[in-house]
């Protein structure tokens, strides 16, 4: 897809703070992504059989698009390797943004790589390089979904949570914060559109704050104590498209956050 924005930020400092917009250097206005997000598919010839046994399809390689920014005045040589220092020595994925219309939710975890500096009449004016990401797609930044409850006891089907990855038959698996109210005891939330499947903990405290990552499948408790033990082990996932939740027990808040939900750029 094409980059028709002038701006983005990388590791949260904008490309403004050093005069550095997108472009191509020679004037054209558009800098391209070829963005590759194709399926591979997985599938075995059997002996004397025509058709092969297809074992499924997976998102192939990770999204790589080229990149070239350029300043409106000459870059010194100075200015260049603070620039170098900032795109192209991390060891690490860092947050890229572009900042067009269609993309202002959208971030990329990405690595910089194979600079080139690009040169106009012997001087220093910008460089093109490549992006490599950490994943076949972008990401929608992280959304909060928070319900607070009163009473004793809470029997709630009104929870709906969307799953808007693009990253088709693919589950979300949200971090999920529990406060449970002053008299403690069971919480479960029960995803009546993943076939009902139940993510319970039994014989919690009062006021104790029960954080889960489900995606990393870490259990954190207020209290210190190790909650594994209390917990049915059936983490918390999202279907794609709409997600209706039934909260039940001893609970004051619930706070549901999607993350890494998956967007597609490019073809």
């Not at 005045?73 to 900042?99: H, M, P």
């Not at 109210?181 to 069971?186: A, E, I, K, R």
Request: with cysteine.
């Amino acid at each position: 897809m094409p980059f028709y924005s002038h701006s983005f930020s990388y590791d949260n400092v904008p490309s403004e703070m050093y005069g550095l917009y997108i472009s191509q250097i020679d004037g054209d206005a558009i800098s391209t992504s070829s963005g590759n997000s194709s399926m591979e598919i997985l599938n075995q010839k059997i002996w004397r059989k025509t058709r092969p046994y297809f074992y499924g399809a997976t998102t192939s390689d990770t999204l790589k698009f080229n990149i070239s920014a350029h300043s409106q005045e000459e870059l010194t040589a100075v200015d260049f390797g603070i620039i170098q220092r900032w795109l192209f020595s991390s060891r690490n994925y860092k947050t890229l943004r572009i900042f067009q219309p269609d993309m202002t939710d959208c971030y990329f975890n990405a690595i910089f790589n194979s600079p080139e500096i690009v040169r106009i009449g012997g001087k220093i004016y910008g460089f093109n390089a490549e992006v490599e990401c950490d994943s076949p797609f972008g990401y929608l930044f992280p959304k909060t979904t928070t319900k607070t409850y009163t009473g004793e006891t809470v029997d709630d089907s009104t929870l709906v949570i969307e799953n808007k990855s693009d990253d088709g038959g693919e589950y979300v698996y949200p971090k999920v914060l529990v406060i449970m109210n002053s008299f403690g005891g069971d919480v479960t939330i029960t995803n009546n559109s993943d076939a009902y499947r139940a993510f319970t903990f039994t014989s919690v405290s009062a006021d104790e704050q029960i954080a889960v990552d489900n995606y990393r499948q870490i259990v954190t408790s207020s209290t210190g104590l190790r909650r594994l033990a209390n917990f049915n082990k059936k983490w918390l996932r999202l279907v794609p498209g709409s997600n209706t939740l039934r909260v039940q027990g001893n609970v004051a808040t619930v706070s549901i956050t999607t993350q890494f939900v998956a967007k597609k750029i490019g073809g």
